[in-house]
């Protein structure tokens, strides 16, 4: 669960440099989510299965800042060799 800030910042609110710095994809995660909630998305088991699945492991701990088109190539890869394909 995130916290005020956390949501804050997820809503496009700035507030400290310090509590940026300690910002996680996850957070980013759960505001996709509540926005898919909130709009009754059907797709909403979708996202968390491949959220919970696939993404998470792989993104879930880093910071936002870090991910960099390396990074994403780096898990297309590693993905397409596990055998998943393309959508």
């Not at 609110?13 to 989510?33: C, G, H, Q, R």
């Not at 492991?57 to 780096?74: E, K, Q």
């Amino acid at each position: 669960m995130m916290s005020d800030v956390e949501n804050d910042l997820t809503r496009g609110f700035v507030t400290e440099p310090s509590i940026i710095s300690k910002l996680m994809v996850t957070n980013l995660y759960e505001a996709l989510e509540r926005e898919y909630q909130i709009n009754g998305r059907k797709s909403l088991d979708d996202l968390k299965a491949r959220w919970r699945l696939h993404l998470e492991p792989f993104f879930g701990f880093r910071r936002p800042a870090h991910v960099s088109t390396d990074l994403i190539n780096r898990y297309i890869d590693k993905r397409q060799q596990d055998g998943a394909g393309n959508l």
